[in-house]
């Protein structure tokens, strides 16, 4: 019989980590698998559940939450045979949609993870910590500072309205890149790195990054006005801001980004002030997608 060790963020998209579980589990029973199901109190709890259990070598590591909790599972599976499964809970749920996962529904999660071939991809890494999305190095980086400031509001909203804040007084920041080892000074109003298309709900600011190419795309957007910014935004749902005359793309191995005060993040977590030196690590990973 085919083992899942199902590891759950409970609070996950305002409890539906746990309702997701629960859902899944069933499914995973009545499709002849043997599941363990953890959960961990805190993200330091739930990396070490995730390496206990990737040691076990169980035929899938499935990971209930949002992309932090994805984010916490590529930690632990990287680099392994073990592949990971996702029962998308969180907000965002970038990682998923990569693969076109049901969103808000646990047994039709667990159903696609029971019948999937894995699949491999890349990850990017910053020192001895990868991340599956995009990092976000710029304004969008600003918002996130500010939102995790915040105490009100919960959720979405609270990005909302930490973005109109940051937006009133942001400015184009100074950067200096290093692209494959080739230096670049430039001013821009953000920069972002991509190992998958997209980030914060859909937002596709890597737009065309394959997750099994090898490579990383560097996007930089250049000074633009507050008023094109706001027009430019709903661009990126449908990644139809490549074609503003201020966008930039390049596809690099290896990139490292400084910016004075700026403060790097990837699937949502916070990897720490720039600058920050970002490699490509192909095959890194197997998915159950």
Known sequence: ???AIVLTNPTAGKGR???????????????GWRTTALTGRDAGESLDLARLAVAEEPDVLVLCGGDGMVNIGLQAAAGTEVPIGILPAGTGNDFARYFDLPLGHGAAAATRITQASPRTIDLARIGD????????AGFDAIVNERANQMRWPRGQMRYNLATLAELRVFEPLPYVLELDGVERRLEAMLVAVGNGPSFGGGLRITHGAQLDDGLLDVVLIKPVSRVQLVRTFPKLFDGRHVSHPQYERHRVRRVTIASPGIVGYADGERFGPLPLTVDVVPGAVRVMA
Do not use: K, S, W
């Open 1 to 3: 019989m085919p083992r």
């Open 129 to 136: 910590r990868y991340f599956g999305g995009v990092l976000a």
């Open 17 to 31: 980590g746990a309702r997701m579980r629960d859902e899944a589990l069933p499914r995973f029973h009545g499709a």
